[in-house]
T-cell receptor, first 114, second 115 residues
Framework: DVKVTQSSRYLVKRTGEKVFLECVQD?????MFWYRQDPGLGLRLIYF???????EKGDIPEGYSVSREKKERFSLILESASTNQTSMYLC?????????????FGPGTRLTVL | AQSVAQPEDQVNVAEGNPLTVKCTYS??????LFWYVQYPNRGLQFLLK??????LVKGSYGFEAEFNKSQTSFHLKKPSALVSDSALYFC?????????????FGTGTRLLVSP
């Protein structure tokens, strides 16, 4: 069974802290994604990666950075957390191929910044 | 730019009745369309996708979706709703502009199935 895991289900941080969210997939997928989910806004793409050490900005990259040192792991970094980054964060992965492949999602991390 | 619209924030249906969750899309070229479901405190689960071929696509948990090119719609349907179908449903379209594997998601529709 395919699996995407995220390091924490719930996280509470203080304003100004550096925050690391970790995502690991065991499916040997090339592509990995970080989204944030907010009520009424759906899912918005923060960053994605199509290969090790490669990254591309999504629609809302400001205030975030990412790291992909190994194929199975994709980290999201909040350099200096702010209250407007309180949200649900979802990681996903997908396989590159001739047919467009669906994304598989992790369970999410609900981050609260106080 | 590619986009999808889910015009209903919430859909209410009684158990045993048919359900429809609406989605319309705007794309350049041929659309690749998806439906995902999110149960409370869980990540998104893939339900079905339309790439090409038959306009009626069958997916997981008895769901199906009808692709209608003239109406640019991709509505999710189920003949008989279950209380356990209550969840948040997202429609998504492949973003063709970047050439990567990006999806653009709608804002979601909450489905409530009453006993």
């Amino acid at each position: 069974d395919v699996k995407v895991t995220q390091s924490s289900r719930y996280l509470v941080k203080r304003t100004g802290e550096k925050v690391f969210l970790e995502c690991v997939q065991d499916m040997d997928h090339e592509n990995m994604f970080w989204y944030r989910q907010d009520p009424g806004l759906g899912l918005r793409l923060i960053y994605f990666s199509y290969d090790v050490k490669m990254k591309e900005k999504g629609d809302i990259p400001e205030g975030y950075s990412v790291s992909r040192e190994k194929k199975e792991r994709f980290s999201l970094i909040l350099e200096s957390a702010s209250t407007n980054q309180t949200s649900m964060y979802l990681c996903a992965s997908s396989l590159t191929g001739t047919v467009y492949n669906e994304q598989f999602f992790g369970p999410g991390t609900r981050l609260t910044v106080l | 730019a590619q986009s999808v619209a889910q015009p209903e924030d919430q859909v209410n249906v009684a158990e045993g009745n048919p359900l429809t969750v609406k989605c319309t899309y705007s794309v350049s070229g041929n659309p690749y369309l998806f439906w995902y479901v999110q149960y409370p405190n869980r990540g998104l689960q893939f339900l079905l996708k339309y790439i090409t071929g038959d306009n009626l696509v069958k997916g997981s948990y008895g769901f199906e979706a009808e692709f209608n090119k003239s109406q640019t719609s991709f509505h999710l349907k189920k003949p008989s709703a279950l209380v356990s179908d209550s969840a948040l449903y997202f429609c998504a379209v492949r973003d063709r502009d970047t050439g990567f594997q990006k999806l653009v998601f709608g804002t979601g529709t909450r489905l409530l199935v009453s006993p």
